[in-house]
């Protein structure tokens, strides 16, 4: 089976846009070619906004425990209700958690690969 895998990182525009663009140029000359996904950020400040330690647990939480709704990931995680919905809400919205047929929240992916760069 083949595992879920996302790649985050900080990255400029223009770099994302060289690496879809040989992308499509491969796939136009008939190579094989791997579908990646990628969630950039243009800065490591951007990034830490959106994948915080308390999101990362949610994160965590949904892998290992499967899908489930706010509430219960809430009373799961011991954490307020409002601030767990705050935070589910902001993965939703990157791309990291989804929703299932049911409404509940599941995170998608087996693998997140983080990069960062600490040099422009």
């Not at 706010?70 to 939703?92: G, Q, S, W």
């Not at 599941?106 to 990069?115: E, R, T």
């Amino acid at each position: 089976m083949t595992k879920q895998h996302i790649h985050i990182g900080t990255e400029s525009p223009d770099k994302g846009f060289d690496r879809f663009v040989d992308a499509w140029q491969r796939a136009e000359r008939g190579e094989k070619i791997n579908t990646e996904v990628h969630l950039n950020f243009e800065d490591l400040s951007m990034l830490l906004a959106v994948i915080t330690p308390r999101r990362l647990e949610v994160l965590r939480t949904l892998r290992q425990q499967g899908p489930m709704s706010v509430r219960a990931l809430a009373t799961t995680l011991a954490r307020d209700y409002k601030n767990v919905h705050a935070d589910t809400r902001a993965l939703e919205e990157a791309g990291l958690l989804e929703r299932t047929e049911s409404g509940t929240l599941q995170a998608p992916w087996d693998v997140i690969d983080a990069h960062l760069s600490l040099v422009a």
